[in-house]
């Protein structure tokens, strides 16, 4: 199982971001996948997860209605697009896939938010 993201950079206050998370080593298409997000000193907080059937999306308070997951399975590829984005949204991005027995993470990908 391999998870690649990439996307992240440095983006003004209210500026737009497009993480892309490329999977490989397993049927991408019968997986849900997320997105965290870490800042030194805290937790990894989910940030947003889509179903693999159906396309379910659910996300973190902090981020709805600014922030869109979605998922290209002919590519094996989960996204998320970043709107309107906040100081606070500053961290490290992590795709995950969760099986049975583990999870399967990332590099991860820095985004900051910052003027």
């Known amino acids: 199982v391999q998870l690649v993201e990439s996307g992240g950079g440095l983006v003004q206050p209210g500026g737009s971001l497009r993480l892309s998370c490329a999977a490989s080593g397993f049927t991408f298409s019968s997986r849900n996948m997320r997105w965290y997000r870490q800042v030194p000193g805290k937790e990894r907080e989910l940030v947003a997860g889509i179903t693999s059937v159906g396309g379910i999306t659910n996300y973190a308070d902090s981020v709805k209605g600014r922030f869109t997951i979605s998922r290209d399975n002919a590519k094996n590829t989960v996204y998320l697009h970043m709107n309107s984005l906040k100081p606070e949204d500053t961290g490290v991005y992590y795709c995950?896939?969760?099986?049975?027995?583990?999870?399967?993470w990332g590099q991860g990908t820095q985004v900051t938010v910052s003027s």
């Open positions: 995950n896939a969760r099986f049975t027995n583990r999870d399967y």
